[in-house]
């Protein structure tokens, strides 16, 4: 499968390059309110990226997103990828009590239904929404296969809510999109749903990743408060050393003076 990671790929190359596939025409501005995750509704949203939280505040998110696509169900199916939950990254971020917010694709959270189900009965858990397949919104996004029509960005998004509501009980606040592409027009479709688009403003990622030591070090030099950091929740072959990152980063952050909470708690301060 010459797609291979493409996702994951997808999601290292743009983050590198995040600021230039900023929805056109919306500069980055800092959030200094946003909806919770019970209370989202389409005049609360902001039809544009948001990248980070206001900076007066001691508090990060970290979140992490849960890719999984046809292409790594084949995978994982012929048994050339482990299954596609990183269970040593959820078990630090547990056994630390850090708060984190789950990006899932629609497919992760109905294939791996009894982790989803414990993430969302740990209040340290905010779950969102990270797009059905993790098919790409624009024509052209690092190789993803395009999605289509909007008819089939709606559902996307729906039938991926769905699956989390179910699990938690609450409407989703938040929604990212993979190898984060989306044009003007894609962002006010998600606000319409009442979905927050939500990037990042530290580049460095877990993508691919073997130096754990490098990656969290990096990502610390970039971490400001009110920082978004991007992770990745599926593991191995495509983000195979996040539990060794979360173990230098999230100590790192405390002596930083940085507390990592929930993306809602994030940007409602
Ligand atoms: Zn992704």
Redesign the pocket.
């Known amino acids: 499968m010459k797609r291979t990671g493409a996702?994951?790929i997808a999601?290292a190359v743009a983050v590198t390059v995040g600021c230039s596939i900023q929805s056109q025409g919306s500069p980055e501005s800092e959030s200094s309110s946003s909806p919770s995750a019970t209370t989202a509704t389409s005049s609360a949203v902001k039809a544009r990226a948001i990248r980070n939280g206001p900076r007066n505040v001691n508090a990060v998110a970290i979140t992490l997103?849960a890719?999984y696509s046809p292409s790594a169900q084949a995978h994982v199916a012929a048994g050339t990828y482990p299954k596609q939950v990183n269970q040593d990254a959820i078990d630090v971020l547990t056994e630390t009590k850090t708060p984190a917010t789950v990006f899932a694709t629609g497919m992760w959270a109905t294939t791996y239904q009894k982790e989803l189900a414990k993430l969302a009965a740990n209040p340290n858990f905010e779950l969102a929404n990270?797009t059905w397949n993790?098919d790409a919104w624009t024509k052209t996004c690092y190789g993803l296969p395009y999605i289509g029509s909007d008819q089939a960005k709606h559902e996307s998004l729906q039938q991926t809510n769905r699956a989390i509501t179910q699990a938690t009980g609450k409407a989703v606040a938040y929604v990212r999109m993979?190898g984060l592409c989306q044009n003007h027009s894609d962002v006010k479709l998600m606000a319409s749903e009442g979905l927050q688009l939500v990037n990042t403003d530290v580049p460095t990622t877990d993508a691919f990743a073997t130096s754990p030591s490098a990656v969290a070090k990096s990502m610390l030099k970039q971490v400001k408060p009110g920082s978004i950091l991007l992770m990745h929740l599926n593991g191995a072959p495509n983000a195979p050393v996040t539990a060794a990152i979360l173990k230098v980063l999230i100590p790192g952050l405390k002596a930083k003076g940085l507390t990592p909470v929930t993306l809602s708690t994030l940007l409602k301060k």
């Open positions: 996702g994951l999601a997103d890719d990270h993790h993979p």
